[in-house]
C-alpha cells in the first residue's frame, strides 16, 4: 500500500507565497520521478513542475521563475515552493509519484489565489 500525504495548500492574496510538500509511503520500490499537477474546476488535470531522480526539472510555461519543485530522495518528501502567486493558480493540487511500474496520486491540497 503507497500512500501520498500532500499539505501546504490555503488561501493566498495574488503576489503571496505557498509551498506545498507531499510524502511518500509505502511499498514505493524506487521513486523515478515525482510531480505536481494541478486541476482547476471544469478544467483538465496539467502538469506544474515535475523532477527526475537525478534531480533535473521540468515546468509549466506559465510557471517558469515563480514555482520551484524539489525533492528529498531520503525522505521521499516532494515540495513546491510557490511565488508571485496569481488568481490564475487557484486549483487543486495534487503531488504524484512514478516508480517505473505505477504512479501514485495523492489526495489533493487547495490553492486559493484571490485577486
Known amino acids: 500500500q503507497v500512500q501520498l500525504v500532500e499539505s501546504g495548500g490555503g488561501l493566498v492574496q495574488a503576489g503571496g507565497s505557498l509551498r506545498l510538500s507531499c510524502t511518500a509511503s509505502?511499498?514505493?520500490?524506487?521513486?523515478?520521478?515525482m510531480a505536481w499537477h494541478r486541476q482547476a474546476p471544469e478544467k483538465q488535470r496539467e502538469l506544474v513542475a515535475s523532477?527526475?531522480?537525478?534531480?533535473?526539472?521540468n515546468y509549466k510555461d506559465s510557471v517558469k521563475g515563480r514555482f520551484t519543485i524539489a525533492r528529498d530522495n531520503a525522505k521521499n518528501v516532494v515540495s513546491l515552493q510557490m511565488t508571485s502567486l496569481e488568481p490564475e493558480d487557484t486549483a487543486v493540487y495534487y503531488c504524484?509519484?512514478?516508480?517505473?511500474?505505477?504512479?501514485?496520486w495523492g489526495q489533493g491540497t487547495q490553492v486559493t489565489v484571490s485577486s
Open positions: 509505502g511499498r514505493i520500490l524506487s521513486i523515478l520521478s
Open positions: 504524484n509519484v512514478y516508480n517505473g511500474f505505477h504512479r501514485y
Open positions: 523532477i527526475g531522480s537525478g534531480g533535473n526539472t
